[in-house]
């Protein structure tokens, strides 16, 4: 079954979700599509914070990670947006902090997490958090 994306829009942020299995060898282009679809919804609901539980199966390269990181202002992502991801599939969680030092230093703000209340606590406290109540709620 390839890449699905569903949503549910909240009062204060969007939850999207991806299920489904990764196409070896197009998980690069997979990305680059579903966080286009993401953004575009966040921009039409006016939406910065995002909820994205990431259920997608596979292997999931660092180099197309790396690869998204670059693209993701192209692909809509703002300074504002504030995104938690849920990762529950080891692949997505083995190059995690790479690309939050990589994505903090463009000035975007994500951060991955195994829990949905600790993702949902994260994303919903104010912009000028804590460093060290979000080291608690991420993991590793």
Aim: hydrophobic content about 40%; proline content about 3%.
């Amino acid at each position: 079954m390839p890449l699905e994306l569903s949503h549910r829009i909240h009062p204060e942020y969007l939850e999207v979700e991806v299920n489904g299995q990764r196409t070896l060898g197009m998980e690069f282009e997979e990305s680059i599509s579903l966080w286009s679809n993401v953004f575009s919804i966040s921009k039409k609901q006016d939406m910065q914070n995002i909820l994205a539980h990431n259920r997608a199966q596979g292997k999931f390269p660092v180099k197309a990670q790396i690869n998204l990181s670059f693209k993701i202002q192209e692909i809509g992502c703002t300074p504002a947006h504030r995104i938690a991801v849920i990762a529950y599939n080891g692949e997505v969680t083995k190059n995690s902090q790479l690309i939050v030092r990589f994505m903090q230093s463009k000035n975007y703000t994500i951060q991955f997490f195994k829990n949905k209340e600790k993702a949902k606590r994260w994303l919903l406290r104010e912009k000028k958090r804590s460093k060290i109540l979000d080291l608690l709620d991420s993991f590793d």
